[in-house]
């Protein structure tokens, strides 16, 4: 059966298990590439399988390692797979695996973080953004160290409709250390609501598949890991830059455990700070004693526009900078002043 549940026509032939490929190539996994391996390929199926039908679908893997999780994706019957994997160690493994399934694979040795997906797969894949999710789809047991930076670039891909979302929206299920996926879908009003949450939600529908024990790797990870599964949405919930969203909802969450008011303060200059703060909650119609987990995506959407209608009629706005306004305040604090240096002329 084909990791959809369907019947599949291809299945890769007999080949050493990943506990032997691990040691023929002498793969350690190294702590600073975040490798925790897994072994046990009904639970790469099983991840595989939360993808959804991927019979004909055009696969990019990142991080492939000693390949688990390829070899069932490749017994799922895809079209093509990417792999992109940055330690060359595992190159020659992955190329065992491609010879058995000839003419499927494409291995790059590189970084995900710069690799350019938008040149990746054929052109005649492109879809309307409208329209049903492209013939493509994104998978990874993540690096821990390039997970939140890695999502963040792709949000900000699907914002722009650009990399791997210029093909329309591509979907993607990808891993996360339990407490980051826990973040992505966290809904209003609850501990785990951050960042995160509003940057994921607002441009994806963002659903959480499930958590895999940290005993299941090797080596084992301190934390426990959640696969998660992100469809853009064809109507993004802000209707506003990436980068002005960012900026607003970075100010609110702030300080945490604060009013949401204190947050949204830092967008302002110090001397207009109360004054424009209130005019900011007070147009957006939101209630300044909220804290920034009480905010739900509707209010960040009010907030942003009112926002970005502040920064139109003042256009030295979006550049300000509360850190820099407070590191200058702190320099000027230290620099003797003139009548200093007359007095002690
Ligand atoms: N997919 C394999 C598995 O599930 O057993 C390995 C997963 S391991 C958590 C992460 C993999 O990503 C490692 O193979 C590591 O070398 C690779 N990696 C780390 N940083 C990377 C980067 N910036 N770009 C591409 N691959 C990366």
Known sequence: MA????????????????????????????????????????????????????????????????GGITRSILNADVAKLLLVEKDARFIPGLQMLSEAAPGKVHI?????????????????????????PPNIHIIGNLPFIVSTPLIVKWLENVSMRDGPFIYGRTPMTLTFQKEVAERLIASTGTRQRSRLSIMSQYLC????????????????????????????????????????????????????????????????????????T????????????????????????????????????DPNLFAYNFREELREKKLNRKKPSHCDEDNQL
Request: proline share 8%; net charge positive.
């Open 108 to 132: 790059v040795q590189g970084n995900i973080l710069t690799y350019r997906l938008e040149r990746s797969f054929p052109k005649h894949l492109q879809k309307k953004w409208e329209d049903d």
């Open 3 to 66: 990791a959809s549940g369907q019947v599949a026509n291809f299945r890769l032939p007999p080949l050493p298990t990943i506990g032997e490929i691990i040691k023929l190539f002498r793969l350690r996994a190294v702590k600073h590439l975040s490798q925790n391996f897994l072994l046990d390929l009904r639970l790469t199926d099983k991840i595989v399988r939360h993808a959804g039908n991927l019979k004909d679908v055009y696969v990019c893997e990142v991080g492939p390692g000693p």
């Open 278 to 313: 209130k005019q900011l909650l007070m147009t957006a119609d939101v209630d300044p004693t909220l804290c920034p987990a009480q905010l739900s995506i509707f209010n960040f959407k009010n907030l942003c526009d009112v926002y970005r209608k502040m920064c139109d009629e």
């Open 205 to 276: 529908h963002v659903h959480k598949c499930f958590t895999i024990p940290g005993q299941a790797f090797i080596p084992k990870p301190e934390v426990d890991v959640t696969l998660v599964r992100f469809t853009p949405l064809v109507q993004p919930k802000i209707e506003q830059p990436f980068k002005l969203v960012e900026k607003v909802v970075q100010s609110a969450f702030q300080f945490r455990r604060k009013y949401c008011h204190h947050g949204l303060g830092i967008l302002f200059p110090e001397a207009v700070r109360l004054e424009k």
